[in-house]
């Protein structure tokens, strides 16, 4: 991480302001069933950091104070491994919040496990579920040997819930990221080719697909840096920004809240460690400030930020724009 903090320290990414908060982002700690390599977390089964219950009692004070947002987004590592995954989600259900579960589909086959997928489909979660692609070779060079066909497994134990079935109001939607150093490609294209083939050859269904690029942090970045890649990654994103793309950028209505309460611009400044720019403390936490409080002040940039406005631009909704590009394929 030292590595690419370094590297990405210094920049000309135009600058932004935060608008209206409108989800508030948690990171439930960085333990996680899978070790994948384009993991911006670093999350794996070793790790033991964790956001506790007083942390979470705070979070859900902060949102019973906070009629602006409507969206609480719980990622992790594999959120649902945090004991207090159900009761957050309880929590803000009861208040009319979307709720969205950035859900791996494997942990739905652990052990212990069982009943997650009915739980969610219960308090009808969002889930957004990585599949970086459709091809079992691919996934699983990525995300570990088995984990393509766990994934199926959970899809399918989603759709028998009714996930991804038009008129059910069970969203799903699948994740893509690139196998390599290069950007996504067009986003809807890329959609009809999953949906194709993955309901052709498996049977499964889903809403939509996202498209994120691979940011240049933590396992990813120490990759690119370890193959010599990484001056070269940044050369194609900074290519390719685009400055439409500016005015949807996910940290202009987003905060990030760490496993330890600290509030973030977005999910990649806080694994970078870039806190935000306050003069009176290093780090803010969620017990010390409100939404009204932040809406207006400036977001930290960094480079890793070319990553959100490159191409058709990234964000944790996908991209923020699809140009019409060559047929894709998810080995791209």
Request: hydrophobic letters at 35%; charged letters at 20%; a negative charge.
């Amino acid at each position: 991480m030292h590595a690419t903090v370094h590297l990405l320290a210094r920049t000309d990414f135009p600058r932004l302001k935060r608008r209206t908060i409108e989800t508030l982002q948690l990171n439930l700690g960085y333990r996680c069933n899978q070790s994948c390599v384009h993991c911006h977390v670093n999350a794996g089964p070793n790790r033991t950091e964790e956001m506790t219950d007083e942390t979470v009692d705070a979070a859900i004070d902060f949102l019973a104070a906070s009629p602006e947002i409507t969206t609480i987004d719980l990622t992790g590592g594999a959120p649902e491994l945090n004991r207090n995954f159900r009761r957050l989600v309880i929590a803000a259900r009861a208040r009319g919040l979307r709720v969205i579960d950035r859900c791996n589909l494997t942990i739905l086959e652990e052990p212990g496990f069982e009943d997650l997928a009915a739980f969610l489909a219960a308090h009808r979660v969002e889930i957004v579920a990585s599949l970086p692609c459709y091809q079992e070779e691919n996934v699983d060079k990525q995300r570990g040997k088995g984990v393509f066909e766990a994934s199926l497994k959970g899809l399918r134990r989603l759709n028998a819930l009714g996930y991804g079935r038009v008129g059910s109001g069970l969203d799903l939607n699948l994740v893509y990221n690139p196998q390599g150093a290069s950007l996504p490609p067009a986003q809807a294209a890329l959609e009809a080719d999953y949906k194709r083939y993955l309901g052709e050859r498996y049977g499964i269904v889903f809403n939509h697909l996202f498209t994120l690029a691979n940011m240049p942090i933590q396992r990813f970045g120490s990759m690119l840096i370890s193959k010599g890649e990484f001056n070269a990654y940044m050369t194609t994103l900074r290519a390719a920004h685009r400055d439409e793309n500016l005015d949807q950028v996910m940290c202009r209505s987003l905060i990030s809240v760490d496993w330890q309460g600290y509030v973030y611009d977005c999910d990649f400044n806080q694994q970078l460690g870039l806190t935000l720019p306050d003069e009176n403390r290093p780090r803010l936490h969620i017990t010390d400030t409100t939404v009204a409080q932040l809406e207006g002040l400036p977001i930290r940039v960094a480079d890793h930020c070319y990553g959100c406005t490159a191409g058709q631009g990234s964000s944790c909704g996908g991209a923020l724009e699809d140009p019409i590009a060559p047929a894709p394929t998810c080995a791209s």
